[in-house]
């Protein structure tokens, strides 16, 4: 079996490129290093060799520290880990962090839903139609202001703020 690369050229016209917008690039780029330099298994390591050495080692302290590193990492875009760190923070700032990363959510949709339309309008005369894709029902801006508003002043219980994104 031929296990050569293929390399298949397409012309530029028929293609949609995504990006991410500006504005979030940099931190989706440095969280994933971060995340891939927490993924690291050298950090199995030390316990593995405390354990068999008879080292003073402290599994809940190096959990901890794990917990704190992922936390920062997720913090700028609001990304709490699949639940990792639930029961590590206050209701408050979990809420926060939640409202975060539905912004950021929104942020990315629309950026490749604009990007997707724009790639539709270019093939118009191919496809003999003009389509466009629209999304509906969905979290906007303006909830996300309210949510935020309503958590920092306490008009609302902290259930009763994120009833709209569940």
């Known amino acids: 079996m031929n296990c050569e690369p293929i390399t298949v050229s397409l012309p530029r016209e028929t293609l949609i490129v995504f990006s991410l917008p500006s504005q979030i690039r940099r931190p989706i780029a440095d969280a994933m290093a971060m ?78 839903l604009g990007q997707l339309n724009a790639g539709l309008r270019r093939i118009e005369g191919v496809l003999g139609f003009s389509a466009e894709i629209k999304i509906s029902g969905l979290p906007t801006n303006a909830d996300i202001d309210e949510a935020s508003e309503k958590l920092n002043t306490g008009q609302l219980a902290f259930t009763e703020v994120m009833k709209r994104f569940f």
């Open 35 to 112: 995340l891939s330099i927490l993924s690291d298994q050298r950090f199995l390591e030390l316990p593995l060799k405390a354990q068999q050495t008879g080292l003073p080692y402290d599994f809940t302290e190096h959990r901890r520290s794990m917990n704190l590193a992922l936390a920062e990492v997720g913090r700028i875009i609001g990304w709490t880990g699949r639940g990792t760190l639930n029961h590590a923070a206050l209701s408050f700032y979990w809420i926060q962090m939640q409202l975060r990363f539905e912004r950021f959510k929104l942020q990315l949709r629309e950026t490749l």
